[in-house]
């Protein structure tokens, strides 16, 4: 009995959220987590931002922060959509600084930060946030803006090594003339 506690225990914060998320959406995060699991090291992290309602009906912006040590992504609830959407007077601003300041204390002996913004925050460069008086975000650590969770996947695929280039130039695309 206190082992399915404990379980539920650590389920809770991925439970809240999943709740308005539709069964076959979260089976596919959790999925995407083990795999994603499988190819990081110990130096790296995975953040990917989210939206979702809570319980009063607000939607907010949390973070899903992922090791490669963690049984589940740490949940991190950043603010309300409203407070950083009408947040335009400064970039250095302390609701956008609120999108790293809550997930640094997660990134303690990382080297490289892959993340996955959404909504809003994809037109916002995250990655030059200042996270203290001398340091940039992508001063501190090599950090990676990824379209999509698979991205990651792939980091260790083989890259092909192009050696010939094909240039094309004054080509009329205008046909009607």
Aim: aromatic content about 12%; glycine content about 2%.
């Amino acid at each position: 009995m206190r082992k399915i506690f404990l379980i539920l225990l650590m389920l809770s914060p991925l439970i809240a959220f999943a709740q308005g998320k539709q069964s076959d959406e979260l089976a596919v995060f959790i999925n995407e987590y083990q795999q994603i699991q499988k190819v990081i090291t110990d130096k790296d992290a995975v953040i990917k931002y989210v939206l979702s309602k809570e319980d009063d009906s607000e939607t907010y912006y949390k973070a899903l922060v992922m090791r490669k040590f963690y049984n589940f992504p740490k949940v991190v609830r950043i603010a309300k959509q409203t407070a950083i959407e009408n947040d335009t007077t400064d970039f250095n601003s302390n609701v956008v600084k609120s999108l790293l300041e809550y997930v640094l204390p997660f990134l303690d002996g990382i080297e490289n930060v892959y993340f996955q913004a959404v909504g809003f925050i994809e037109s916002l460069p995250i990655e030059y946030v200042s996270i203290n008086a001398n340091e940039m975000f992508c001063q501190a650590y090599n950090v990676y803006r990824v379209s999509a969770m698979k991205v990651i996947l792939q980091k260790d695929s083989p890259r092909k090594d192009y050696k010939t280039t094909a240039v094309y130039g004054g080509i009329d695309y205008d046909t009607d003339t």
